[in-house]
Nanobody, 116 residues
Framework: QVQLVESGGGLVQPGGSLRLSCTAS????????MGWYRQAPGKQRELVAR???????TYADSVKGRFTITRDNAKMTVSLQMNNLKPEDTAVYYC??????????WGQGTQVTVSS
């Protein structure tokens, strides 16, 4: 079994910053891709950012230049630094891990609310 535990969500004013972290534990020691998705009310879940074990990153156009994804392979952790947050960034953010065997795992989600 693989567990993903997320932390760092909360309420922030527009223009503020938050840092999300996700740590994988259980029967996994390496990964193919780790990343973050988000789902706003009434919308489909969408990719925010992802990073491969080789450090290749992908970002949604809406967050480029504002969000940065990093990883620590040894700690099986991925972090998302979110700067200059906007109300449209409000969503539940989910951590995702794709194993070397291409199995998908998801965290429980953490709420990010951007509001004045």
């Amino acid at each position: 079994q693989v567990q993903l535990v997320e932390s760092g969500g909360g309420l922030v004013q527009p223009g503020g910053s938050l840092r999300l972290s996700c740590t994988a534990s259980g029967s996994i020691f390496s990964f193919y891709v780790m990343g973050w998705y988000r789902q706003a009310p009434g919308k489909q879940r969408e990719l925010v950012a992802r990073i491969t074990s080789g450090d290749t990153t992908t970002y949604a156009d809406s967050v480029k230049g504002r969000f940065t994804i990093t990883r620590d392979n040894a700690k099986m952790t991925v972090s998302l630094q979110m700067n200059n947050l906007k109300p449209e960034d409000t969503a539940v953010y989910y951590c995702n891990l794709v194993s070397l065997g291409r199995d998908y795992y998801w965290g429980q989600g953490t709420q990010v609310t951007v509001s004045s």
